[in-house]
């Protein structure tokens, strides 16, 4: 697993949304692994642009995201439905809906959910090119340290850091989910390409972790050094030491 730093998140932004943008261009039926979060928004605005200039044909690609509170209607203004198509499916709409997957968070049987959507995934899959972020505590989707290396889609009980480092995009606490259905960390690994980003100086502690090179589900994106294709870019703050 190599890293880049690339200095600035806006280098780190447009850097990643070209290579989506490039690969949707080569590939009209690509398939992309989609995450969410602050670090993504600025790399969305640099796709949504570059999509809009060139007005790329994408109405072949298929999107899996990684992600989705438990418990949030798919128009709540904090679902991972509403963020994307706030940031990149309204702001480019020449996607095609059905193509768009995203785990159901209102499922009546969540467990039912979860194997629906790794169903699909099998099905329309494997991604081409996976992005991730990556949390303080090392998670990847909503995998959090402890989920065993061999998981697929599944209901994850949100740790308190993670409902902590989210509850800024809530009114307070209370009101973050506790759950959510995540692509597990073998669902993951299926993908053919990953991209992992972090920026930040909150993610150093944890890419520093992760550069050490110790497996371990202590630190769930430490998985990634068993995927043969995995590159990492990171701006100057969240560069390991
Ligand atoms: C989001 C996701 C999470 C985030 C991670 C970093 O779909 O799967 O793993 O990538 O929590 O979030 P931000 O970018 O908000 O620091």
New binding site residues.
């Given amino acids: 697993m190599n890293i880049t730093n690339l200095g600035t998140k806006a280098h780190v932004s447009f850097f990643v949304a070209t290579e989506l943008y490039r690969h949707m261009l080569r590939h009209p039926q690509g398939r992309l692994g989609l ?6 928004v600025d790399m969305y605005a640099n796709l949504v642009d570059l999509l809009s200039k060139n007005q790329l044909d994408v109405s072949g690609i298929h999107t899996f995201n ?2 989705e509170y438990v418990g949030l209607s798919a128009d709540h203004p904090e679902s ?1 439905y509403t963020y994307m198509h706030d940031v990149l499916f309204n702001q480019y709409p020449k996607f095609t809906e059905s193509f768009l997957h995203i785990p159901n968070g209102e499922a009546s049987d969540v467990a039912q959910e979860a194997k629906r959507y790794e169903r699909v995934l099998n099905e329309k899959g494997p991604v081409d090119i996976q992005i ?4 303080q505590n090392g ?4 995998n959090e340290p402890g989920t065993p290396f061999d998981s697929e889609t599944h209901c994850v009980n949100l740790t308190e850091s993670t409902i902590e480092a989210n509850s800024r995009y809530f009114d307070n606490k209370s009101n973050v989910p506790r759950q959510a259905i995540s692509m597990g960390l073998q669902s993951i690994m299926k993908a053919k390409r990953i991209i992992l980003v972090a920026v930040g100086t909150s993610k150093k502690e944890a890419m520093t972790r992760l550069m050490t090179g110790e497996i371990t589900t202590d630190l769930p994106a430490s998985i990634l050094h068993q995927h043969p294709n995995v590159e990492v870019f990171v701006d100057d703050e969240a560069m390991p030491y």
């Fill in positions: 995450a969410t979060g602050g670090t993504m990684l992600d991972y991730l972020g990556i949390g998670h990847i989707g909503f």
